[in-house]
């Protein structure tokens, strides 16, 4: 009988630092041809958009689907979220479906570590450690937490369209993580930052990137559609940039497909995917110089490794519910 976790269940089982690090294994074996990665399947119903993302894991033996949907009529017409997300999890032996979970919280935590791992390995260590944020939503919350697992933060500066956001953003953050959280009076504040990370809806640049000071680390995380990105092309050209898969930056980020089809670069500007950095593959920063980027968008492996995490963990501490199918 399959295991069932509504959002509270994955909320009281599933930890950042678990999750970055389950999700150092799961790059690698992206690296070593142990995971198979489909890009993401999309259909459109009329009003709305269902995407399904499945993926293997060999090693951890996790074999799994997302479904994210978006209809943006949910919330006026049904009182649903726009985006809903479930994950099915599979015996990867047996294919019999173990775990339905609810996949809102595993994707915003899941997100977050990514780009927690790329910048254990990616920032600067001998540095001030402060992070600036774009963007207040959800997102952004998870992208300050994982920076906080992985180096040792000292403040954190916010800015968001919405001044409301920025407060309750800076009231919650410096509650849960213990740091100073400042609400930026000017966006380009943040562009002092030793860490970046962008985590907006804005479908253009959101800063000049000749503005970016030498040996900063920005994580993309933002944009993930072909049309638009976050990161201007100047930025993209001064960085060495981390991919999380050449496929998927090449098919699904504006923020490197728009430069591309400019001519400004081509696509062996992407010097590595995080794969490779990880297993050491090849070569990380060479100096505290370098402006790093890197650039996610969100892969079926990252979903597979952590509903795998949060099963494991379910079932350990008996936490969900068994249905009859």
């Known amino acids: 009988m399959p295991l069932i976790l509504n959002r509270e269940d994955v909320i009281s089982v599933l930890e950042m630092k678990d999750c970055i690090n389950i999700l150092e294994d799961a790059f690698v074996e992206l690296s070593n041809g142990t995971a198979k990665l489909p890009l993401r399947t999309a259909i459109t119903p ?14 951890m033996n996790a074999l799994a689907c997302k479904v994210v949907t978006v209809y943006k009529d949910n919330p006026e017409k049904h009182n649903l ?13 047996t294919g019999e479906v173990i775990c339905i979970m609810d996949g809102g919280y595993l994707t915003a935590v899941r997100t977050g570590a990514v780009s927690g791992l790329a910048t254990q390995f990616l920032a600067r260590e001998n540095s001030q450690q402060v992070v600036g944020v774009f963007g207040a939503g959800v997102q952004a919350q998870m992208q300050l937490w994982a920076m906080c697992e992985v180096r040792d933060i000292s403040r954190a500066i916010v800015t968001d369209k919405f001044p409301e956001a920025s407060q309750n953003f800076a009231k919650l953050m410096s509650t849960k993580l213990s740091i100073q959280v400042d609400i930026a009076d ?8 030793d860490i970046i990370c962008t985590a907006t809806s804005s479908p253009t640049p959101i800063f000049d990137g ?38 998927a930056c090449l098919a699904e980020a504006g923020d490197i497909m728009i430069p591309i089809s400019n001519g400004e670069i081509t696509k062996n500007h992407i010097h590595a995917d995080l794969g490779e950095i990880v297993t050491d593959k090849k070569t990380a920063r060479s100096n505290d110089e370098q402006i790093t980027i890197f650039k996610s968008n969100g892969l079926a492996i990252q979903d597979a490794a952590t509903a795998k995490l949060i099963y494991d963990k379910a079932m350990a501490g008996g936490i969900g519910s068994t249905v009859e199918i």
Do not use: C, F, W
């Not at 009329?46 to 090693?59: D, K, V």
């Not at 040996?215 to 976050?230: F, L, Q």
């Not at 930025?235 to 060495?240: F, H």
């Open 46 to 59: 009329p009003n709305g958009l269902s995407l399904y993302m499945p993926a293997y894991l060999q090693e």
């Open 81 to 93: 979220p726009t985006t809903i997300g479930k994950v099915l999890l599979q015996d990867a032996t």
């Open 186 to 193: 000017n966006p380009d504040d943040l562009l002092s930052a």
């Open 210 to 247: 000749t503005k970016v000071q030498n040996g900063t680390h920005i994580n993309g995380i933002g944009s993930h559609s072909p049309n638009a990105r976050e990161l201007d092309s100047t930025v993209i050209k001064r960085s060495l940039l981390i991919a999380d898969s050449y496929e």
